[in-house]
């Protein structure tokens, strides 16, 4: 024996289930209205009460948290009906469909995106709306989330420095890409006093001869940092890091006098192996053995 | 002389005096499923209109119905003249139409193909036409196939499902695929005749040895290859090298010849080489990577290779520039000059500029966090551009598990203007997570298996529980449990954790994991006759991949501890007692298998040592008179482990895999003997099955039955249940993949295994082993892993274990990868 609503469900009479659809949806049972709107889109197909059917199938949809449908819907309902009364609150539930499936940010963006540029496209068709700051602050939020990924995305190559050191340059790097490519990050003071720690760890763990280059372009971004923060938090912190690179660059010269201290022994040696060999033929010596790598 | 003329009631119509009349009406007679007024249309023969009789419109009428090939007969009669007009019935006989071509005398594969040729056919008109477009199309694809001699007799029949249509039926006798007699070869010089028909790699002529191999001819595969043919001479030097003519032409029923008048040219050889625009690397360097030398014998093949590459190891000019940042080199081999048998070559390089890495994303990583991958991402920001980090990281981001490998694309995007490049990395996630559920019938109980492998566990989230769909994923750590029972008789309970990147610096690895199980005869504990062991056990593990002496070394750390706790159990060195374990083990190992479920190339070694502390040289404990309680609480060994996997493709997709393995278990004091637990188990699949308990290691060998490989004159009782100390196994594998995947990956293979175990190392012989070979499959789904069955059979009969210890089937599920 059929329930009342299977029957109904394959019964022809569209107003009575029309009827019941509503009513299923003031009753919050969305997934029995879902069947009977999904039925019932088709038929009303080109009549007059397909308007509202398509709306509170698209809330539907909203409500059963299928956001992937519910904007779809949502979109066709402002697309088809651009005039209704129901137009703007469909275009914006569209948009915020969007905002809601926006992933957490260390995952792939493409919804936040989207979901972008469906609220700027409400904000730019009812600017005056009621709803209008709303989505400019879900826009808000959504570009936080990019920052926060740029952020966090940068900031990695600085955390696995200790894996690889090109990983320092790298974080550098990804650094000024981030404030370049959000001028107004919210991360911009923390992210210039990292910037002066992986360079200063780049330099500190690159090979002698590099290191004194790298070390003074360390120096350059706390310059830098001073200027454009005068009174920062991270201020102390970043005075360390200078003097940490002060000491480096104190033992990266004295080493570099070792260095050529060694090189200067080894030229007499060479001069003298020279006299002896003008005198006496002796084997030719192997004087390439000094390249130091880089 | 009489006038020709016609009388048709009673008016006589002459053909020197037509008259004018006009047209009363037309019927239409005869027609079945064509629509008359149609047909009067286009007869022109329409009422009211004027028409001169006799006279050229109705001969006109009937030429175009006939035009229409709808009819077999169509007749114009004048039916009546009533005063100035005339009336004509026009008869047809209609044709039946076509609805399908019923193929028969062939194969069902040669079926399906005909007829997709012949689709366009149906709701035609079965005439003379298409029996002959029909037998065409059907005697070209025959043809090609190598019947030259096909015959086909039509009939037709009604179709019963469709009003005037009927069937046509073809019977076609293909007769006997033709074989090639002789090809002969003339207008050659340099070339030998027989070395051509080497080059022609099908069809083979006729040869009284030739018994494997078809030696069948098709004309497809003819015209395919003596292309291919062409292209060899022109590689060896030939650049002129034409075919002039060829013809096929029968020789007898059976067998063709072929003639095929080539002309050879002369030979070609490499002039000077010239290199153009090249600022960053020397000609002197080029020349080296070229390899070709003024003289060499001309070939574009050799050049092209040596200029592009073709391999992923480079070694080739292109491959250099591209791993040093030219991303957007380019280079062009322009034939200068052409003199006598000499070809100068100027190599015209485009070099650009030096590409920098900047901007690395990720795209499609909609459950796994973007740290996870970029950290394993080679190419890093700051760096030159290198195609073969970008290479070698594609098969980085596969290893994780989680990524379809074939899906992972990389899409460098220089921006010429700063010279940087920015390279975005899209994957597409796979299922990871493994599950094993079965339900078995052993030792007269039911046995139940649950088993749960998360591969991108996440478990910072594991309070969070927004994260969870289903449970919280995206950190690429493992997570594995799993436990079988069959109530009081065997119980096992195991939990794995581990961390790819513990701590977030560094690729070090941390793991942890645990394990309780337990074996008993079932009977309550405080039973006289109860007979249990249990096992608890714990293992921490650090392991970290090396850069040193190449970045696929791995080494890795691990402590564990046992406890073993027997009661009154047969099998081991003592009955009653509590024994410890306490070890540590060090492993060293290289990955470089290029896939992990079916590798193509690439190897496995991995070299483990593993410990315990000498407590017998620490403490006092006289062993000799000792109790056993005393002499096995904590148990001491050394044990030494040796696998080593070699993959080879060999032709085409099929891989050959050779394995060797090796253990030994040694004792620090002879007075203690050799340790009872973490000896080798031989034979059958190697899984964890009912009988399974941790304190030994199960190795597989097809062909012979769960550890039923057991020393020479070893007491079975004692040797099948603990192990042995000392093991060996050589496996050799043809492998060739049948359905390669993104849902699952399925294989065949055919093995030869040689195995075998001692009990002292004095009887050790690498050499005299228990042989076995057979053939299997295996299949990888997403889900459940890995699936294998084996058929194998085992050479020598194991003295004292049942049926020689022989066991024909084997199955597999989830085996460990590479495992021991």
């Given amino acids: 024996c059929k329930s009342r609503f299977e029957k109904l469900k394959a019964s022809n009479d569209v107003a009575k289930k029309y009827q019941e659809a509503l009513r299923l949806y003031n009753k919050r049972d969305y997934s029995k209205a879902l069947v009977l709107f999904e039925d019932l889109s088709q038929k009303y197909r080109g009549r007059a009460e ?234 030719p010596t192997n004087a390439d053995n000094t390249d130091i790598k880089n | 002389p009489v006038t020709p003329s016609l009388k048709v009631g009673g008016l006589d119509l002459d053909y020197f005096s037509p008259k004018e009349y006009i047209i009363g009406g037309t019927t239409v007679t005869g027609t079945q499923y064509l629509d008359k007024d149609v047909l009067i249309t286009l007869s022109k023969l329409t009422k009211g209109d004027k028409i001169v009789l006799p006279g050229e419109a109705t001969s006109d009428a009937i030429k175009t119905l006939w035009a229409q090939g709808l009819f077999d007969d169509v007749q114009i009669n004048i039916e009546k003249f009533v005063q100035d007009s005339v009336y004509f019935e026009i008869e047809v006989v209609e044709r039946p139409r076509l609805s399908s071509i019923d193929l028969k005398g062939i194969s069902k594969s040669q079926r399906t193909a005909i007829q997709e040729k012949l689709n366009d056919k149906t709701g035609k008109i079965v005439n003379d036409n298409l029996y002959n477009t029909t037998s065409a199309i059907v005697k070209k694809y025959m043809l090609d196939k190598g019947y030259f001699f096909t015959k086909i007799a039509y009939s037709t029949r009604k179709d019963p499902n469709a009003e005037n249509s009927v069937v046509l039926e073809a019977n076609i006798d293909k007769g006997s695929r033709v074989k090639v007699q002789r090809i002969n070869i003339t207008g050659n010089k340099d070339f030998k005749a027989a070395k051509l028909r080497k080059f022609l790699k099908s069809p083979k002529q006729f040869a009284w040895w030739r018994f494997w191999g078809s030696g069948k001819f098709s004309k497809e595969k003819y015209e395919e290859n003596k292309v291919k043919m062409m292209a060899k001479l022109q590689e060896k030097g030939y650049r002129d090298a034409t075919l002039l003519k060829d013809s096929i032409y029968q020789y007898n029923k059976k067998k063709v010849n072929i003639n095929m008048d080539i002309y050879e040219g002369k030979k070609y050889y490499f002039g000077n080489i010239s290199w153009a625009g090249n600022a960053i690397y020397p000609d002197s360097i080029l020349k080296k990577v070229l390899t070709i030398e003024k003289g060499d014998v001309f070939s574009e093949e050799r050049l092209n290779k040596k200029l592009n590459g073709g391999g992923e190891n480079g070694g080739d000019i292109n491959s250099m520039y591209t791993d040093n940042g030219y991303l957007t080199f380019n280079i062009d081999p322009v034939q200068t000059k052409i003199y006598g048998d000499t070809v100068d070559v100027e190599m015209r390089m485009y070099e650009g500029p030096q590409y920098v890495n900047n901007r690395i994303t990720l795209k499609g990583n909609t459950i796994t966090n973007d740290k996870v991958v970029l950290r394993e991402i080679r190419t890093k920001p700051g760096q030159k551009f290198n195609k073969s980090d970008l290479i070698r990281t594609i098969r980085e981001i596969g290893q994780l598990g989680n990524f379809d490998e074939s899906k992972t694309v990389p899409t460098p995007r220089p921006n010429p203007a700063d010279g940087t490049v920015d390279i975005e990395y899209a994957v597409e996630e796979k299922p990871s997570d493994q599950i094993e559920l079965s339900g078995g019938f052993g030792g007269g109980r039911i046995i139940g298996t649950l088993g749960l492998t998360f591969n991108n566990f996440s478990l910072r989230n594991l309070f969070n529980l927004k994260a969870y769909k289903p449970l919280p994923k995206g950190d690429g750590q493992k997570l594995s449990l799993r436990g079988q029972t069959n109530g009081k008789y ?169 394995q060797a393995q090796f253990g030994f278990l040694g004792q620090y004091n002879k007075a203690v003997g050799q340790s009872a637990f973490e000896r080798f188990k031989l034979g059958g699949d190697g899984m964890q099955g009912f009988d399974f308990l941790q304190g030994s290691e199960l190795i597989a060998m097809r062909g012979y039955a769960n550890n039923a490989v057991i020393p020479n004159g070893a007491d079975p009782r004692i040797a099948q249940q603990s192990g042995s100390p000392i093991y060996t196994k050589y496996v050799l594998e043809l492998r060739y993949p049948v359905i390669s995947s993104q849902q699952a990956t399925a294989f065949v293979l055919a093995f030869a295994e040689g195995g075998n175990t001692w009990n002292k190392f004095g009887d050790f012989n690498p050499f005299n082993v228990r042989r076995s070979a057979g053939i299997g499959a295996r299949i990888f789904l997403p889900i459940f892993g890995l699936l294998g069955i084996d058929y194998g059979h085992g050479f020598d009969t194991i003295p004292g274990v049942s049926e020689g210890g022989k066991q024909n089937f084997t199955f597999s599920i989830a085996q460990q990868l590479g495992g021991f």
């Fill in chain 1, 50 to 283: 397909a308007e509202d059917l398509n709306y509170y199938y698209a809330y539907t949809l909203y409500r059963l948290s299928d956001f992937t449908t519910a904007r779809y819907q949502f979109k066709s309902f402002a697309d088809t009906y651009p005039a209704s009364k129901n137009a703007e609150e469909a275009r914006y539930m569209g948009a915020y469909c969007y905002y809601l499936e926006s992933p957490s940010f260390s995952l792939d963006q493409e919804n936040t995106y989207k979901a972008i540029d469906a609220l700027q496209l409400f904000i730019n068709l009812y600017p005056s709306s009621d709803r209008a700051a709303a989505a400019g602050k879900y826009i808000t939020d959504l570009r936080g989330k990019l920052e926060d990924k740029a952020f966090e995305n940068a900031k990695m190559y600085l955390t696995t420095g200790p894996s690889n050191v090109d990983n320092y340059r790298a974080a550098v790097i990804a650094l000024k890409n981030a404030q370049r490519d959000y001028p107004d990050i919210k991360y911009a003071e923390e992210m210039d006093f990292l910037m002066i720690r992986a360079q200063y760890l780049y330099a500190k763990n690159s090979y002698v001869i590099r290191q004194e280059d790298r070390y003074n372009e360390a120096l350059a971004l706390y310059n830098e940092f001073t200027e454009n923060h005068p009174d920062s938090k991270f201020a102390k912190d970043a005075k360390q890091v200078k003097t940490d690179v002060e000491t480096g660059m104190v033992a990266t010269k004295q080493e570099l006098a070792l260095y050529a201290a060694d090189q200067e022994k080894y030229k007499q040696m060479l001069i003298k192996t020279k006299k002896v060999k003008d005198t006496v033929s002796t084997k």
């Fill in chain 2, 490 to 658: 065997y119980q096992s309970y195991s939990f794995s954790f581990s961390q790819p990147w513990f701590g977030g610096e560094k690729p070090v690895s941390f793991g942890v994991s645990a394990f309780t199980s337990l074996q008993s005869n079932g009977l309550n504990s405080d039973d006289g006759r109860l007979q249990k062991i249990r096992l608890n056990g714990v293992t921490v593990s650090l392991g970290r991949r090396l850069n040193w002496p190449d970045n696929y070394f791995q080494l890795s750390h691990a402590v564990s501890i046992q406890q073993y706790i027997l009661n009154n159990y047969d099998g081991y060195l003592f009955r009653n007692g509590t024994s410890y374990n306490i070890n540590l083990s060090q492993e060293i190992s290289r990955d470089s298998r290029d896939s992990p479920i079916f590798p193509k190339s690439g190897s496995f070694i991995r070299f483990t040592i593993q410990a315990t502390p000498p407590y017998s040289l620490l403490n006092k404990t006289n062993y000799a008179t000792a109790s056993d309680r005393e002499k096995y609480r904590f148990t001491e060994y050394h044990k030494w482990k040796f696998d080593s996997q070699w993959y080879q493709r060999i032709a085409g997709n099929l891989v050959v895999k050779a």
